[in-house]
């Protein structure tokens, strides 16, 4: 059982939603993951940092985050955390008051948003947005605002249908929209009762954030919003369709990037024009160089001739030498990438070197500082 130290309110027939005079000042960013499946990308950079079009990818939240509204955020962090405040500073330079709270020991989801709850400035019945670290996505934050404030809920929660849903746990809701269950990952047809599930950006009324157990590890997906939601709290669900991607894997990653680089996910951080490809200042390409499908070329980055990039991203002060094939991969900072080499759907560490005449594909990994020596490793004849 749930135990809650301040209850939320719950509208029904005695109650009457609030009128929707709470304006969105702030949010809480969760950005505290040790991005696992990511690796090598996240070795030397958490998961958030990881350039994704020319930026940190944090980069591109906190301007969505700008964008609806929002003038103070809190950044939960724990791995790497020191990276984060020499980068973003006090938030100036993006229009926003930045605080960053360092968990010492790993709290979950819930448990991270309520070790930050010091830091809000909120009023207990305020709106706070609270979103994941590693979720892209074109959602209408201002219209979950709205969508939280006209129905009075407790906490609103943003949802987006996906054709295969049983990856991950569902959340049916009734005719209103109000969230009715949360199903854990559908093992049987018959248990897939909606396309609906949690896409990872959620208002809070603050006083229920004040009401998270604050000495223990929480899961807010599988202890408090259904803990709330046994308790008769109102939790409210927006389906927003647009455009979303879960960045947790480097072929998502990949994808993400070319996609804001494309304009297919909207972002007001991208540091250039939307199209095929994405060149950063102090990057060099050769003239005949092909680039295509959302390739982001980082500072001081080389790209040889006849080089053909297609779906990529090559980070700061990387080298691709000439005649290179690179599709849907991530070459990481200062890498090296020898002649006539082919990825293929692969991720190379920042600092590693793999030599000419290579065909690496498939999700392939190469360790950060690694070094592959020329035609150590194909899939295809040698002729």
Known sequence: MYVRERGPRTTGPETTPRSGDHTLTEAILLVGGKGTRLRPLT?????????????PFLTHQLARARAAGVEHVV??????????????????????SLEYVTER??????GAIRNVASRLRSGPDDPVLVFNGDILTGLDIRALVATHSASGADVSLHLTRVADPRAFGLVPTDADGRVTAFLEKPQTPEEIVTDQINAGAYVFRRSVIDSIPGDRPVSVERETFPGLLADGAHLQGMVDSTYWLDLGTP??????SADLVLGRAPSPALP??????????GASVADDAKLTAGTVVGASAVIGAGARIAGSAVLDGAVVAPGAVITDSLIGAGARIGARTVLTGAVVGDGATVGPDNELRDGVRVWCDAVLGAGAVRFSSDA
Do not use: I
Request: charged share 20%; hydrophobic share 40%; with cysteine.
């Open 43 to 55: 070795v030397r950079t958490p998961k958030p940092m990881v350039p994704a079009a020319g930026v």
């Open 75 to 96: 950044l939960a962090t724990s791995y790497l955390a020191e990276v984060f405040e020499p980068y973003f500073g006090d938030g100036s330079a993006l229009g926003l």
């Open 105 to 110: 020991d790993p709290l979950g989801t819930g």
């Open 251 to 256: 072929a998502a990653f990949v994808r993400g």
């Open 272 to 281: 250039g024009r939307c199209g095929e490809r994405l060149v950063l200042p």
